[in-house]
């Protein structure tokens, strides 16, 4: 085991005195996170936090329904979460969208309370007034994030309207109510349903404990970067291998007194302490250069060691499956951006179907970026072990494979 550590520390040494390598492992994704930093506003005071978005409401309504539904989009819940601004005119919000200053409009026409609470008291709802919303079809996400808003408000409009139908009709049944006091009823139980609707939504971001969080875009920026280039470091280390029996120094190491094993349990400890390193550096670096937490500094390191042992399992794979460094850097090269787009270094993948997630799954960027969005969250061990045991995983399933195919491999075989 010395040996082999040995050899290890020593193809470590050579990796980073290598100028192409350092560019590729270090200065390209260093680069691109600090690209990204200045277009999210990392480097400003606002942390690079996502910006507001831009809402546009328009309250023709004036009742207290309607009112409400203006007080929950002005909440101290929300604040952070929409600029919003009131237009009197629908045309203006509309003109406004168009332009671009705004995602999305929410028009509350003349008589939405009037017609709920009409509805409530009644039983009728035919002549419900809608709601209208107004998309900016370029804003896509943040139009989702008002509808999801709207719907949740609506959702709870409707509940309680149908809990004031119910409530009339069992008065009126028990005789408690008299038919003509039907609609008083009715409208005391909506006036009592609006007084609260602003109390129904809000964004909390805390932790288990209570802890309040701020989530930085960047924390899910850093660790994808760093992880698509992860798979040109492991699959680098593959073709050194091939190339050093290409050039003849691996035959002159292997007559010295180690062993095939430890000559290779060696050259796979240094590809292993380089991904590490390398990772380590590039998150580190990120967390000084934006001000990121990523919790407890053991857990980091836990979550580094996994992703590591997993990618490496793909490095063996496609070295164990080439027979030239050539070969070894196109497929690495194919294999790095296929994973980056499945695993989401790019973009999110919540949003995806769920057979594409399925699929991401077999890739370590996919865990490793879950698992460092939830250090970025203030996730405790418990909460990211999920992440770590398929990473785990995948690296023994992937080293066997290379293992059982290594036998008629040439960099053993001759």
């Known amino acids: 085991m010395g040996k082999a550590l040995l050899i290890g520390w020593k193809d470590l040494r050579l990796a980073f005195r290598d100028r192409a390598a350092w560019i590729l492992m270090l200065l390209a994704p260093l680069m691109l996170i600090i690209a990204m930093g200045l277009v999210t506003g990392g480097f400003s005071s606002s942390g690079g936090t ?78 419900l007034v809608q709601l209208q919303l107004y998309a900016n ?75 309040s969080v701020e989530f930085n875009i960047l924390a899910y920026m850093a660790p994808g970067m760093a992880l698509m280039f992860l798979m040109y470091t492991v699959t680098n280390g593959g073709r050194s291998l091939l190339v050093e029996r290409r050039e003849g120094t691996l035959s002159r190491l292997l007559i010295s007194p180690v062993s095939v094993r430890q000559v290779l349990a060696g050259k796979v400890l240094g590809i292993y302490f380089t991904g590490v390193l390398q990772e380590l550096i590039l998150i580190s670096t990120s967390a000084l250069l934006f001000k990121l937490s990523w919790g407890s500094p053991l857990n980091v390191f836990l979550v580094v060691l996994a992703v590591v042992f997993a990618a490496m399992g793909w490095g063996s ?57 939830g250090l970025a969250r203030a996730a405790t061990l418990g909460e990211i072990l999920p992440t770590l045991w398929p990473l785990l995983l995948m690296g023994v399933l992937l080293f066997g494979i290379s293992a059982y195919l290594m036998r008629k491999h040439p960099l053993i075989s001759n």
């Open 50 to 127: 996502i910006e507001s978005i831009p809402v546009v409401l328009v309250n023709s309504d004036g009742g207290q329904i309607g009112n409400e539904l203006v007080t929950v989009f002005q909440s101290q819940d929300l604040k952070q979460l929409f600029a919003v601004t009131q237009q009197a005119e629908a045309a203006t919000a509309r003109q406004l969208v168009d332009s671009d200053k705004a995602a999305a409009a929410v028009i509350i026409p003349a008589g939405f309370t009037k017609s709920i609470l009409h509805s409530s008291a009644s039983g009728q709802t035919g002549d």
């Open 137 to 211: 079809p370029t804003r896509t996400t943040s139009v989702g994030v008002v509808k999801s808003v709207l719907d949740e408000f609506l959702n709870r409009v409707e509940s309680s309207r149908i809990s004031g139908e119910v409530a009339v009709s069992m008065l009126l049944s028990r005789g408690l109510i008299q038919p003509g006091q039907a609609a008083q009823v009715g409208s005391q139980v909506g006036n009592q349903m609006a007084a609260s609707a602003a109390n129904w939504i809000s964004v909390k971001p805390t932790t288990t404990s209570g802890a």
């Open 317 to 373: 794979l496609v070295t164990v499956m080439a027979k030239t460094p050539t070969q070894v850097s196109n497929l690495g090269s194919t294999l790095m951006l296929i994973f980056a787009v499945l695993g989401g270094s790019f973009f999110s993948i919540e949003s995806m179907p769920s057979w594409f997630k399925v699929i991401s799954g077999i890739t370590p960027n996919a865990w490793g970026i879950q698992a460092f969005n």
